[in-house]
């Protein structure tokens, strides 16, 4: 029963009167206002104090771990039960809350086999970006100014970026589809089986180049052998590379650098010097 619109603008005597006619009852429930009031005080501060603990347990962090994989890849099985596989030179910050799986990839990359769990979403923030798992295995690879690639392998993840409202259209990537970002620009495309070969071979140890910069491999071998390589001649940076390497086999990289291309190579103070043939 509401009357709230109907005797607002009454003096009180009259809406006493009017009750006392209409609903006799209502005007002894008058005597008790102090104690209603009262009890409607405790009963608002009983509701607060119900939804801020509820709030504060929902929002609990009940995990948290910072990982840092230097020259190796670390593989950790979440208290979830999902296998993360962390690539060399990867840094992201794990928290785990009654609502909320989330990892947050702040350098490199990682592989994820994700457990399903129906009430608590798995999301992935990369700078501004943010994927969610929808029941699945995926890549995620943070390659620096902004760029973020993200490839599929099973299941889907949905994509959006942080400034987003939860009623825009997310783009939905399946298994076999890669999202590339670039800034606020993204595309959505399918990836040949080979390529998510390439970009996962670094869990098996191995490095997959394909028509690459020297200069981008170099920085690869650096950081998974823990050995610095530096091009001395910058005339050779932008030379081309493709092929498979041992991760750990710096010297037969090395090797193979002098055996194709005009380039040779010296050590000083542990650090790999590159130089091309025609400088020295």
């Known amino acids: ?61 009940l995990y948290s771990a910072s990982l840092v994989s230097n020259n190796d890849v670390i593989a950790k099985t979440l208290p979830d039960g999902s296998q993360l596989t962390l690539n ?15 990892i947050v990839l702040k350098v490199g990359e990682f592989f994820v086999q994700v457990s399903h769990e129906s009430d608590r979403a798995f999301i992935v923030e990369v700078e501004d970006k943010i994927f969610q798992a929808l029941g699945t295995a995926f890549f995620v690879s943070l390659k620096g100014d902004n760029q973020v690639d993200m490839l599929v392998e099973e299941g889907r993840v949905s994509y959006k970026r942080v400034d987003q409202n939860e009623s825009d259209n997310q783009t939905i990537a399946s298994a ?4 590339k ?13 080979a390529e998510m070969e390439g970009y996962l071979a670094w869990r ?13 491999v170099v920085q690869k071998f650096s950081r998974y052998s823990g050995k610095e390589i530096r091009i001395a001649s910058p005339s050779i940076a932008q030379e081309r590379i493709t092929g498979r390497f041992d991760a750990k086999d710096t010297q037969g990289f090395l090797t193979l650098l002098e055996e194709d291309l005009d380039i040779v190579w010296h050590e000083k103070d542990g650090i790999m010097f590159l130089i091309e043939k025609t400088t020295q």
């Open 176 to 179: 076999g589809e890669k999202i």
């Open 1 to 61: 029963l509401d009357l709230t619109e109907k005797f607002k603008t009454l003096p009180l005597e009259k809406v006493d009167q009017h009750l006392s006619k209409k609903i006799p009852v209502l005007k002894k429930m008058r005597l008790l206002q102090p104690f209603a009031v009262a009890a409607s005080i405790l009963l608002i501060a009983s509701v607060y104090l119900f939804n801020s603990l509820g709030h504060n347990n929902a929002s609990k962090v």
């Open 88 to 102: 060399a030179g990867t840094i992201a910050d794990v928290e785990f809350t009654k609502n909320a799986r989330k």
């Open 181 to 193: 970002t670039r800034g606020k620009i993204f595309s959505i495309s399918q990836y040949k089986e």
């Open 204 to 216: 098996s140890g191995i490095l997959v180049f394909n028509d690459e910069t020297l200069e981008k």
